[in-house]
């Protein structure tokens, strides 16, 4: 990645630790256009953080509103973005209607699949090749790569290893593995 591009990306250490989820449009961003931006806008704001920044905003709380953000950015159902943080629809709907945050487990979910579309979004910057960057439909690949069984991952799929930090760990080995190989 060149140094302009670093310096381009805003501090966010100054950030209020609840403010990290702040999008534009906010909950009311629809439809997969505005759900792309601010799908976006998270991953470049989880590449250019600090762990203790991550931390906090996971402690602080993840909006049941994301969900909506995640599948309308991956083309996926909101029963399987759901799925994948390990929120029941009848667990979500109660939040959503509440206005309350969604559980601890989630959040740590959602901070995870962010990860790792940032580090997929990591190594295709520093690939070298623009033109690679602009052709990928980055949003559309992870979805369908975190639903496929990985002999890397034990024939699971990534969003199943998403459960705890190790198997966290384990995805991000295997894009890092890739490296060579990313999506044409």
């Given at each position: 990645m060149c140094a302009a591009?670093?310096?381009?990306?805003?501090?966010?250490?100054?950030r209020?630790?609840?403010?990290?989820?702040?999008?534009q449009g906010g909950a009311q961003a629809a439809g997969a256009k505005a759900s792309r931006k601010a799908f976006g806008d998270l991953v470049e704001r989880?590449?250019?953080s600090t762990g203790i920044v991550l931390?906090?905003?996971?402690?602080?709380?993840?909006?049941?509103?994301?969900?909506?953000?995640?599948?309308g950015a991956t083309g996926q159902s909101a029963s399987t973005v759901m799925d994948i943080i390990g929120v029941?629809?009848?667990?979500f709907r109660r939040k959503d209607e509440a206005g309350e945050l969604l559980p601890d487990v989630a959040g740590h979910?959602?901070?995870g699949l962010l990860r790792v579309a940032a580090t997929l979004r990591?190594?295709?910057?520093?690939?070298?090749?623009?033109?690679l960057?602009?052709?990928v439909d980055l949003d559309a690949w992870l979805a369908d790569w975190m639903h496929e069984p990985l002999p890397e991952l034990g024939r699971r799929t990534p969003a199943e290893l998403l459960r705890n930090p190790e198997g966290l760990r384990a995805v991000e080995q295997v894009l890092e593995r890739m490296r060579g190989g990313l999506p044409a």
């Open positions: 591009a670093v310096r381009a990306r805003p501090a966010l250490s100054s209020r630790p609840g403010d990290f989820w702040s999008v989880v590449m250019s931390f906090d905003a996971v402690e602080a709380g993840v909006p049941t509103w994301l969900v909506d953000v995640i599948a029941s629809p009848t667990t979910r959602v901070m990591r190594l295709l910057e520093e690939s070298g090749d623009p033109e960057l602009k052709a």
